[in-house]
């Protein structure tokens, strides 16, 4: 069975500096994506980053880089020059095959706060 | 880009009531919807895989009898919890496969649904 964990239930960070958010996972299927979303206060999902398993490098959205470690079996939000906005609730999720319906599984989450 | 339209934002019902929650998704066709449950700073957890025309699979522990889904068109899945009591006072949320974004299919998401059962 699939198993996602995040271990840092709160963090905090200065503005403007960087922060990385942990994210470990536990799968025996070969053919995997790996997702970090946001979720503030109002409840909305928003995707941030996209890590596919066969990919070789590891990917980055504007401020959002993923480390993924693949031996390790971890898959870090890192968050560059954090903003008040980025203060919310942030998941790390995995998707297990290629299928129509595969499922996304969710880590406990991470609620980061961003100090002025 | 692909939209996950979710109704209502929120509803406050009497217990042993029913509530009917939809998603339908505006500008593509949604042959697998998702339901996942999230009680406040915590998780969201998978209910149930729906599938449109046949009948959706839940995760263990889920109800299916208390949780129904429908999910009859490529558009349009619902979520009726029947016989509501104030321990299903939660956050309901959907998803669907919607095959753009990130590579292999990405999920767009309802914007959920506050449920409370008093």
Not at chain 2, 80 to 107: K, Q
Request: charged fraction near 15%; include cysteine.
């Amino acid at each position: 069975a699939q198993k996602i964990t995040q271990t840092q239930p709160g963090m905090f960070v200065q503005e403007k500096e960087a922060v990385t958010l942990d994210c470990t996972y536990d799968t025996s299927d070969p053919s995997y994506g790996l997702f970090w979303y946001k979720q503030p206060s109002s409840g909305e999902m928003i995707f941030l980053i996209y890590q596919g398993s066969y990919d070789q490098q590891n990917a980055t959205e504007g401020r959002y880089s993923l480390n993924f470690q693949k031996a390790r079996k971890s898959a870090n939000l890192v968050i560059s020059a954090s903003q008040l906005g980025d203060s919310a609730m942030y998941f790390c999720a995995m998707r297990e095959g290629t299928s129509n319906t595969g499922k996304l599984i969710f880590g406990q989450g991470t609620t980061l706060q961003v100090k002025p | 880009g692909a939209v996950v339209s979710q109704h209502p934002s929120w509803v406050i019902c009497k217990s042993g009531t029913s509530v009917k929650i939809e998603c339908r998704s505006l500008d593509f066709q949604a042959t697998t919807m998702f339901w996942y449950r999230q009680f406040p700073k915590q998780s969201l957890m998978l209910m149930a895989t729906s599938n449109e025309g046949s009948k959706a699979t839940y995760e263990q522990g889920v109800e299916k009898d208390k949780f129904l889904i429908n999910h009859a068109s490529l558009t349009l899945s619902t979520l009726t919890v029947t016989s509501a009591h104030p321990e299903d006072s939660s956050f309901y949320i959907c998803s669907a496969r919607d095959w753009t974004g990130p590579s292999l299919g990405g999920y767009t998401f309802g914007s959920g649904t506050r449920l409370t059962v008093v």
